[in-house]
């Protein structure tokens, strides 16, 4: 190749490269977002709720503690939704992808633990369905960060984090023989009325990503 040809062609490639930009501000969203995953994973939000004891008629004696029904949840779904919210779509789905892939090949970051083998885990359905849920919750805030939007992106977000959930872990559940007294008290005891919680924290969640989002967008314009 001649040196008048090789020598435009070079600084055609030069100019290339200079135009090239590095999303540092993204890449630092991504591994904060997947911290905070992490963090969220290993939080436990006591709950209590008021209750009409089984078997109530007036005159039956009842402890102070019958009518209360204790549960926890683990803020991990919010902070899902949270993740999507900040980053959108595309980078949530990276943060997420990210957060299963440690789990599974690197360090133990699961409510359970960590490695291949959590795949044959109950609860990896949920952790799956993390890819699902920010799929369809960030397509809702694509579109627009309207307060209906947040609001659908929500529910279907955390419904269908849920629903993979519980489906993944029948499958399991029959794999190993578990009878259906089992799923029921499986499906109970994770989803339950967590959803509504899960709903509600997950909207307060994306309206709270929204703004950082406005915000890093700002500052890259």
Request: glycine share 10%; proline share 3%.
């Amino acid at each position: 190749m001649s040196e008048e040809v090789l020598i435009p062609k070079m600084k055609r490639l030069e100019g290339k490269h200079s135009n090239i930009k590095i999303p540092i501000n993204n890449f630092v969203l991504v591994i904060l977002c997947t911290l905070l995953i992490i963090c969220a994973t290993f939080i436990n939000i006591d709950i209590k709720h008021y209750i009409i004891p089984q078997g109530f008629s007036f005159g039956k004696t009842f402890s102070p503690e019958d009518y209360i029904y204790c549960f926890s949840i683990i803020p991990q779904i919010p902070a899902i939704m949270f993740a999507c919210s900040v980053l959108g779509r595309k980078l949530a789905i990276t943060c997420t992808s990210l957060y299963i892939v440690i789990g599974l090949f690197a360090f133990p970051v699961f409510a359970l633990g960590g490695g291949i083998t959590y795949v044959g885990e109950y609860g990896f359905g949920y952790i799956l369905s993390f890819i699902i849920g920010v799929f369809i919750a960030g397509s809702f805030l694509r579109k627009k960060y309207s307060f209906l939007f947040m609001f659908l992106a929500s529910i279907t977000g955390v419904l269908a984090i849920h629903l993979g959930g519980v489906m993944y872990m029948a499958l399991v559940a029959i794999i190993k023989g578990d009878g259906a007294v089992f799923i029921q008290t499986w499906v109970n005891a994770q989803s339950g009325l967590k959803i509504l919680y899960d709903i509600v924290l997950s909207f307060v969640g994306i309206l709270i990503g929204k703004y950082i989002h406005e915000l890093f967008k700002f500052l890259s314009d």
